[in-house]
């Protein structure tokens, strides 16, 4: 699922990636039809939560072993990390106006 607001990034990126700051994490795959429904909400919020927040995915297709690691069994699945520490977990689809609401809890 390409994007350009949210970047993909792969398995060995991951750590690297969510040490510093907010970082939202959508662990999804391309079979996901949810998945590829909270694409557009993602690209929202990312420029909403710009400079507050980083966005990125991950297939867990190709990262079957970060998702067994945080236990993901149902996608889509957002984990919030702040300073590489799990603070936050959103699960399934919801509107872009809910999504900003549990995200704005945290940042």
Not at 24 to 29: C, K, P, R
Not at 92 to 98: I, K, M, N, Y
Request: proline share 4%; glycine share 6%; with cysteine.
């Amino acid at each position: 699922m390409k994007n350009e607001t949210v970047p993909e990034i792969s398995k060995k990126e991951f750590n690297s990636e969510i040490k510093s700051g907010f970082v939202l994490v959508d662990f999804y795959a391309d079979w996901c039809m949810p998945c590829v429904m909270m694409s557009p909400i993602l690209d929202g919020l990312a420029q909403k939560f710009n400079g507050k927040v980083k966005f990125i995915k991950i297939n867990i297709d190709d990262a079957q072993e970060l998702a067994q690691k945080f236990n993901i069994v149902s996608i889509p699945n957002f984990i919030l990390f702040k300073d590489g520490k799990q603070v936050a977990q959103f699960i399934g689809a919801v509107s872009e106006e809910e999504f900003e609401k549990r995200l704005g809890k945290f940042v």
